[in-house]
């Protein structure tokens, strides 16, 4: 146990699970979140009656979210209603569409009924073939790479040659399979990094794996509830959430961070500060210029960046018989990919992801109404894009993708509540380094100890969480970085927590 004072900039996912792991260990914990409900981009939206995710709806990889209750003494269950879902997703190309379930004996059948000419697929291969992959980068994506002796360790070196940092995630399922349509099926995936699938490293073969694996998830109430949950445990083992408290700077002495100065003049010292907001907007934002010369506005402007994202949020006043997860493919996806990440504008073909999930939940819309869900990947605002002007008409456009692509007709006439955020809000108001909603770019060069660290070596009693640092981004990355940037405090401390998904020098145990 450690009686040390720790303040985190943030009441996101990864602010949260680290606040839940150290309130759980004896540390005096203070959590500061600018805005007035906990979450982040992982927080809800509310809408009259209606209720959405902001970000997140696929949980995968809950077996890292388990370990971060577990490390609280506490069992998932006792908070949280999780459910698999099965199918897990609808994907919709021009000439068909794939019903893609964890069941591999009924993915397989899906196989050989929409893709006759692939001659039985590969689908035994693909998941043996990457079940090993993921075997082995497992233990390099649990440990930390604040030192550069990390680029020497046992777990990075055998794990390389499964990064496949040469080939791209298209080019790696081609092994398993010959058909576009049937590799796009596999490595759309690419988009949850904000990555194009014909840039996105090979490795990332590893996320489709665990869809088919691990399966993917949906909590009753919403993916917000998790950092509900999380944010009364915090309260629980006695620390502190305050809401409504933008952090303006962090209070730095002789290369040390001692604490935090608020937005209202307040300060708050402590022995550790987490970083949980957005990585480069913290950089330029919570301190002075040059405090950190590795990352300072002109090597933030050099670094790559996510796509970011269209997002619009309707509350309809009739039940739509549409699947939990729909993913409707613009009919040439290249083109589209490349006009997000290369051509930075709009697509004139765009592909869109519509979510229905009072399918599964009736806790979203009032009986006999839906909550949908709609996300349009679009160019981050290195684009330039002016989204004050192009916003009402692009809305128009994705309604009518909408209606064209799930033969809804009828859909404008049933608005009652409606959201829209555009990348320039990404941007403005949820403090989005330019609104590059998947954080950095997953590329090799960013990645590992190329990535902004767990824990800085510059300025002592700096950590970082989330989306921004060591794994990445994606909820369970985010817990991940949680477990990585906690245990390294801990260590500190003398506290030794246990658990398979900490790392440990000389440790590289595999999960099956
Ligand atoms: C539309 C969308 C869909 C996504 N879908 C998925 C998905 O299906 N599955 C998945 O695994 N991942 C998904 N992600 C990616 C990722 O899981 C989420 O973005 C996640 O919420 C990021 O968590 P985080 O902890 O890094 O940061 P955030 O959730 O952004 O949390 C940072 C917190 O810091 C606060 N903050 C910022 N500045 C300050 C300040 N100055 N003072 C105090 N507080 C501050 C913010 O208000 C926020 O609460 C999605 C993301 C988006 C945007």
């Known amino acids: 146990m450690s009686d040390k004072k720790v303040i985190i900039v943030g009441a996101g996912p990864g602010g949260l699970s680290a606040a839940t792991i150290l309130a759980h260990q004896g540390f005096d914990v203070t959590v ?154 596999f490595t759309f995936q690419a988009k949850y990094l904000g990555m194009s699938p014909w840039e996105c490293p090979g490795g990332f073969a590893i996320i489709p794996y665990v869809e088919h694996a691990y399966g993917i998830w949906h909590v009753m109430g919403g993916l917000f509830k998790i950092c509900e949950a999380m944010a009364k445990i915090v309260r629980e083992e006695g620390g502190q959430i305050y ?27 402590g022995d550790y500060v987490i970083i949980n907001a957005d ?72 592909s869109i992801y519509v979510q229905n999930a009072s399918v599964t939940d009736p806790n979203l819309a009032p009986e006999g109404h839906s909550a949908i869900y709609v996300l349009v990947p679009v160019s981050n605002n290195q684009s330039g894009i002016d989204w004050e002007k192009e916003k009402d008409p692009f809305r128009q456009r994705v309604l ?46 960013q990645m590992l100890y190329f990535r902004p660290p767990n824990k800085f070596r510059k300025l002592k009693g700096l950590y970082l969480v989330g989306g921004g640092t060591h794994p990445g981004s994606g909820l369970p990355t985010i817990y991940q970085s949680a477990l990585i940037s906690t245990s390294l405090i801990l260590k500190e401390q003398g506290i030794d927590i246990k658990s398979p998904l900490v790392w440990t020098p000389g440790q590289a145990q595999s999960l099956s």
Not at 427 to 438: I, M, P, R, S
């Open 243 to 269: 809401l409504n408290s933008p952090v303006k700077s962090l209070l730095i002495k002789d290369k040390k961070v001692g604490g935090v100065l608020l937005e209202d003049g307040n300060t708050l010292t």
């Open 279 to 350: 990585f480069a907007y913290a950089m330029e934002n919570l301190m002075e210029k040059n405090t950190l010369p590795r990352y300072n506005s002109q090597k933030l402007a050099k670094m790559k960046y996510s796509c970011s994202i269209f997002m619009l949020y309707l509350g309809l006043d009739k039940l739509y018989d549409l699947d939990h997860h729909n993913i409707y493919f613009a009919r040439d996806y290249k083109k589209n990919v490349d006009d997000i990440f290369k051509g930075n504008k709009l697509s004139q073909d765009f």
């Open 32 to 185: 500061l979140e600018k805005e007035e409900e906990v979450g982040g981009r992982n927080g809800p939206v509310s809408l009259g009656p209606y209720k959405f995710d902001t970000g997140p709806t696929f949980l995968m990889m809950k077996f890292i979210l388990d370990e971060v209750f577990r490390l609280t003494g506490r069992n998932i269950d006792d908070y949280l209603e999780c459910v698999l879902l099965d199918p897990m997703y609808r994907l919709q190309f021009d000439d068909r569409e794939v019903i893609c379930s964890p069941d591999h004996k009924a993915m397989q059948e899906e196989i050989d009924k929409k893709f006759p000419e692939e001659k039985g697929g590969q689908m035994d291969k693909f998941l043996s073939w990457e079940k090993n992959r993921f075997q082995k980068l497992m233990p390099a994506l649990r440990r930390d790479y604040t030192s550069w002796t990390s680029l020497c360790s046992r777990e990075l070196i055998r794990s390389l040659p499964y990064f496949g940092a040469n080939r791209s995630l298209f080019d790696v399922l081609g092994n398993y399979f010959k058909e576009d349509k049937l590799k796009l099926s």
């Open 400 to 445: 009518d993708k909408i209606k064209e692509r799930t033969g809804i007709k009828d859909l404008e006439d049933h608005i009652v509540e409606e959201k829209i955020i555009s990348p320039l809000e990404w941007e403005k108001d949820y403090n989005v380094y330019l609104g590059a909603t998947f954080n950095l770019a997953h590329s090799m060069s």
